[in-house]
């Protein structure tokens, strides 16, 4: 079950409205607007806006849409004083209490009692309104008549008074006095979930617990225990989360939205392998398999990565058809670029995945040597895309690494501005061509770019630790390098890329131990080549000499071609 703060104003005011201007076109047109007087008659008077219904409730829905609340309520109200249907005098007092207006919520609530006594939804308003009060008692025992209603109405709507509620404290505690296991003890499971989950939104994660406990007791069915392990994994008790999932798989082995969060669990704690075993075993849709993808190429693990390869090869020619974009990936990640090449020429222009197939087919045949043929591609698709920005600025960015990969890198920079003269002070553009240049001996157009983007993201974390790391690295603004690298650490602590930055800040600035101390953290997350070729430049400088080539070694077997390694080696003269 989930609850709506909103109650749905929009799609009922233009259900309201259509049906009015429905209604107005079989009017008699005398009545709606003036005529010209036949010899011998009166003319007959328009009726004035602030009397015309129709024109009420376009213009409410009209506010609406233009996000004004306010003026959208006064109209609206207007339009229930006017109308003798009670949904317009519920839909006026729903608005009225969206635009926070408590006055003439009131207004037209009393006017939907006039014409409908004893609406359930009055009662919902009537705790909606005590609340923004602050009259919690008076909302208290709105609210526990609400409850009372039957097919369990009265527990939605206590979940939007309260979802909606600005005290959430207040609106926890009314939750506690009112959802108790003795008051649900006739409620279908999905309600004890519900109010549990309620529960955790208003931030009363011990009584979400509590409550999903005694569901658990109650009904041992898998939506309870997959809701128990959810509340597990945010406790951070994994044990507990692994228990419960695996019995609300057992309950349930076909609920591949349980088998995906499970799965989500694991890769989260790293075991890939686990994941996509899991998600293997029952039955398959889109998700499951592009999950699957997903966590067997973080596990590089060739096996499963074939096994699943297979496994959508012997799919139906249709299924293939409609997988060929995965299958490529696949294909790739097998190391079998021809296949993948084929592959990726099959996706339809249709599917959702033909830009990124064509981006891989360009890269792929500049693999080939067809280099002229890979960057025609790349001017093609920003032909085709060019009212896309998100695919425009993709394109761009394609056509740039082409020519990187060449090392035409001034060549690369006058695609990034080229793109940029289309789509000015991208940020993404802004961000690849600064990270380029400062990659290719360019830190001041690096710096320009980087403090461009700070000045239209001034919390770009990315940004703010790269524009660090490029003074750091140009051994420049020391302070101010350091400044920026802190500011990113203490948001991303965990965060290798940061952590790198850090350590390299240090070791700029002379703190050879802080510096050694920072590095082996980030290589222990990742033992990338650059993170590698700083800590062993640091190792080697304090004289460490054998441990740093055991370190320059180990990531020389893994990228041998690594910029940042080759160079450190190189001045290092390992």
Known sequence: MKFRADRGVTATGIVLATALLLSACTATPARRVATAAQPGQAAVAPTPLEQDLLAQMLAGEFALGQADLASSAQSYSRAASLSKDPQVAAHATRVALAAKDWNLARESLARWRALKPDDPGQTQVEASLALSDGNVEQGYQSLARLIT??????????????????????????????????????????????????????????????????ALKKFTSA????????????????????????????????????????????????????????????????????????????????????????????????????????????????EQKAVALSWYEQVSTDDEDWFASQVRIAVLVDDQGRHDQALSLAHELQQRVGDQPAALGDAFLLEAELLAKRDQHEAAQSVYTRALKQMPDDTRLLYARALHAAANGMPDRAETDLRRVLELKPDDLDATNALGYTLADANRKLDEALNLIERALKARPEDAAVVDSYGWVLYRRGDLAGAEKALRRAFEKQSDGEIASHLGEVLWMQGKHAEARTIFEQARKKDAKNKALVEAMRRLGV
């Not at 108790?180 to 004890?192: D, G, H, N, Q």
């Not at 029952?282 to 993808?293: E, F, I, L, T, V």
């Open 149 to 214: 209603l039957p097919d369990q109405q009265g527990w939605r709507l206590l979940g939007q008074v309260l979802l909606g509620a600005a005290d959430k404290s207040n609106a926890a505690i009314l939750l506690r006095r009112l959802a108790t296991p003795l008051s649900l003890v006739k409620a279908p499971e999905e309600i004890w979930i519900a109010m549990s989950q309620l529960a955790f939104k208003l931030e009363d994660k011990p009584y979400s617990r509590e409550l999903a406990d005694a």
């Open 223 to 334: 939506p309870t225990y997959g809701w128990s392990a959810q509340l597990a994994v945010d406790e951070g008790d994994k044990t507990r989360a692994g228990r419960d999932y695996q019995l609300a798989i057992q309950r349930a082995p076909k609920d591949i939205r349980l088998r995906a969060a499970y799965a989500l669990m694991l890769g989260q704690q790293g075991d890939n392998r686990a994941a996509a075993k899991l998600l293997a075993d029952g039955p398959q849709d889109d998700y499951s398999y592009a999950a699957r993808a997903a966590y067997v190429a973080r596990a590089n693990d060739k096996s499963l990565i074939q096994s699943l390869y297979d496994e959508l090869k012997a799919r139906p020619s249709d299924e293939r058809a409609a997988r060929a974009h995965l299958l490529g990936q696949l294909a790739e990640m097998l």
